[in-house]
């Protein structure tokens, strides 16, 4: 359904984040991106829905090419394409309700929107989406008011708004401690499985090895693996990390 | 001050270093490789040595001559690789600003007491202040005398109120004795007898011209009395020999049980409701121009190209400028330019809202978090509706707390901008302190401290919910 075709990004600063990265993400994938901080990860992402501007290459979405959009195409394009971020990115004063409909932002009329007007259908739609991520009772408290995981689980159900067909996570378990990164995951695993292709940069490699059906690695903005979480061995690791990288497990906590 | 320099190395010769630093201060430090440091000792130094020469007191010496001492020593150690305390020059540098500070301010502790009986005399009528007073019924009646006689003079009787007054002779020079007949008046009642000059300046005409003159009537309400012209009745006239009308005026009074407004408890009220809308007024419209100014002194949306910097920085100077002049200051400009009164206040406050709230807006917008921004762009949000959602969320709550806290200052600035002319409260209790009206000062100053308590409560309880 994605096609990025030597992608290039080169920043005002002539930081060089991306170096002619090519790869395909297929219908129904849960496609992991790891590397070291600063390979570019978030840039990689961040030009897939265009929040960044590429500097050379093509993203294709089921063959419209995001890229050559106009700013209007550009709009109906990121409406299916949901994003979550690893600092949530939640209007912190207002309410959890709010949040959630501002999702539904791309779809409704725009006056109504400004005016802070909601159809009864959008309202149902937030309400079942928060209690799809468990956290109804929550809805007219003010974002701030939750804990770290259930902020994300606002963010989650702020994307399910969006009605998406590609969820674009940029580490999105980054902030939260072990167990509540495996809950929020799953929540992503259980989109995934409902048809929703998913996108997600990680850091810890047994979340890796967990969720991912497929892995990308980049380095250095380059792309440097390509294939299956179990074809990450040893050796692979020590390329994609660097030589004194230690394996860090996010469930090391509970294992001892 | 000294830590970010550079550790001092052991190989200058500590000899010249404490020559050099004997010639000038601080250059024995520089030559040790302590740049920063000499410099402040040089510039240390110098100030010392001006202030010294300035206020020409032979003991001030003593401070820069221990710097100067201190210095070379430390210079020394600087040399040997060895920082020492900078405790000595400034506890030096600390004395010698006291002593200064004490012979400017003009420190005079007796005074305190010596002019006790000052306090007293104004603090007797602050315990009584002007607001209310019993409600009076009055009696009046008058008769016109001619100062100095002319060929015309008036008619000598005068009726009104029922109350007829006849003075006779009806015209006459300063100081001439004059009688004065009145019947109708209500029996046995004190009479307060006036003179009153063509402009209708009215002067006691008790003992010595400075007191009060009553005067009861009899039991038939007549009153038979010598009263004798005003010495200062022509103090006010163009031409002293022009013959002109003057009058004498009676008035009785029955005071009543109910109480009303004072004449001054009346401008209290009119003063304090001035104050309330000047302060209104500023804060409002201060605050609607401020948001403009404050986006074009944000530096996350003016950073992006040198034209937009540019701007910026030119908003930021005007709105420093601005901030660092006082409304009290700004009022006076004002009031020559559009004239006495709460106008001239109105635009000095004003003006220095526009600055101060400029300034804070702005740090609200530079310290929004860009996360919701991202995120809404994300969702294929158009740009009105990433500001209505992700941006006003984050600005509207702080904005309003600031500006709730600027009217608070603003009640205070408008309760004194009226002592340089601009309006409110201020321009009445000015007029009444230079009178030496304490009974009004005293119902002024309650009258402020009820109005400023109220606001700071209403203000700290609204902000306390935006946060
Ligand atoms: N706005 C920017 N301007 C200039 N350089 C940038 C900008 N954003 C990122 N970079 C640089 O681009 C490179 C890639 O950054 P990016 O944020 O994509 O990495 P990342 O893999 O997401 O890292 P992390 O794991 O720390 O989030 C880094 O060297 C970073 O310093
Ligand atoms: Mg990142």
Redesign the interface.
């Known amino acids: 359904m994605l096609k990025v075709e030597h992608l290039t990004k080169v920043y005002p600063n002539g930081t060089v984040a991306l170096k002619d990265v090519s790869f395909t993400v297929n219908d129904g994938e849960f496609l992991v991106i790891i590397g070291l901080s600063g390979s570019g990860k978030s840039t990689l992402l961040r030009c897939i829905n265009r929040l960044i501007d590429p500097t050379e290459g093509r993203i294709l979405l089921d063959d419209a090419d995001v890229t050559k959009a106009s700013s209007g195409d550009l709009r109906q394009l990121r409406r299916h394409i949901g994003m979550v971020f690893q600092q949530f990115n939640l209007v912190k004063r207002s309410s959890v309700m709010t949040n959630v409909l501002s999702g539904r932002l791309g779809y409704v009329n725009p006056f109504l929107s400004l005016a802070g007007i909601w159809s009864r259908a959008d309202r149902d739609r937030a309400l079942k989406a928060l209690d799809r991520v468990g956290i109804k009772d929550k809805a007219y408290e003010r974002a701030d008011a939750l804990s770290g995981g259930q902020q994300q689980r606002v963010g989650i159900a702020r994307t399910l708004m969006q009605e998406p067909r590609l969820i674009l996570a940029d580490e999105p378990v980054a902030s939260l401690d072990p167990v509540l990164s495996h809950s929020i995951l799953q929540y992503l695993e259980q989109l995934n499985k409902e048809g929703i292709t998913v996108l997600c940069s990680l850091h810890f490699l047994d979340l890796v090895h967990r969720y991912a059906t497929r892995v990308i690695a980049l380095k250095d903005g380059v792309k440097v693996f390509e294939g299956l979480p179990k074809e990450i061995n040893r050796a692979k690791f020590k390329e994609i990390y660097g030589e004194e990288a230690q394996e860090v497990r996010a469930t090391t906590v509970e294992e001892g | 001050m000294a830590t970010k320099a550079p550790s001092p190395q052991a190989d200058r010769s500590p000899i010249v270093a404490g020559l050099l630093s004997l010639i000038l201060p601080g250059l024995g430090q520089v030559y040790g490789r302590q740049q920063y440091r000499g410099g402040v000792i040089f510039i240390s130094e110098l100030l010392a040595v001006l202030t010294a020469v300035w206020y020409k007191v032979p003991a001030w010496y003593a401070a820069p001559a221990i710097i100067w001492i201190w210095n070379v020593w430390d210079a020394v150690g600087a040399a040997r690789g060895r920082l020492r305390s900078t405790l000595l020059p400034i506890a030096a540098a600390l004395i010698m600003g006291y002593g200064i500070g004490w012979q400017i301010t003009n420190i005079d502790l007796p005074a305190l007491t010596r002019n006790s009986h000052r306090a007293a005399m104004i603090l007797a009528p602050m315990l009584r202040p002007d607001f209310l007073s019993q409600v009076e019924v009055t009696n009046t009646a008058w008769a016109p005398v001619e100062v100095p006689c002319g060929p015309n003079p008036p008619a000598s009787t005068n009726t009104i109120n029922g109350i007829t007054v006849t003075i006779s002779p009806n015209c006459g020079k300063l100081n001439d004795a004059l009688t004065l007949q009145a019947s109708g008046l209500w029996p046995n009642t004190e009479t307060l007898i006036q003179w009153s000059t063509p402009i209708g300046d009215r002067l006691p005409l008790g003992k010595g011209f400075i007191t009060a003159l009553y005067v009861p009537a009899d039991a038939q309400g007549n009153l038979n009395v010598v009263i004798h012209v005003s010495p200062n009745a022509l103090t006010a006239a163009p031409d002293p020999t022009l013959p002109l009308e003057h009058r004498v005026y009676l008035t009785q009074s029955h005071p009543q049980a109910a109480m009303q407004l004072s004449k001054n408890g009346a401008y209290v009220v009119d003063g304090i409701i001035q104050t309330l809308f000047l302060a209104f007024m500023s804060t409002t419209l201060g605050a609607l121009l401020a948001v403009p100014f404050s986006f074009l002194a944000a530096r996350n949306l003016m950073g992006g190209n040198p034209l937009t910097l540019s701007v910026y920085f030119i908003v930021r100077t005007i709105l420093n400028i601005l901030r660092s002049i006082e409304p009290l200051i700004i009022a006076i400009i004002f009031v020559v330019i559009v004239g006495l009164g709460p106008f001239a206040g109105m635009i000095a406050i004003t003006l220095h809202t526009i600055a101060a709230l400029g300034k804070l807006y702005s740090e609200v917008i530079e310290g929004i978090?860009p996360?919701?921004l991202?995120?809404?762009?994300?969702?294929?949000?158009?740009w009105?509706?990433m500001v209505?959602?992700?941006v006003i969320?984050?600005i509207v709550?702080p904005f309003a707390s600031f500006t709730l806290f600027r009217w608070d200052i603003n009640v205070r600035t408008s309760t004194i901008i009226g002592f340089v002319g601009g309006g409110g409260i201020g321009f009445y209790l000015y007029q009444w302190i230079i009178k030496g009206d304490f009974r009004a000062v005293s119902s002024s100053f309650i009258a402020i401290a009820i109005i400023v308590i109220i606001l700071d409560y209403v203000s700290a309880r609204v902000r306390s919910r935006l946060v």
């Open positions: 978090d996360g919701p991202e995120a809404i762009r994300a969702t294929g949000g158009n009105l509706q209505r959602y992700a969320p984050q709550p």
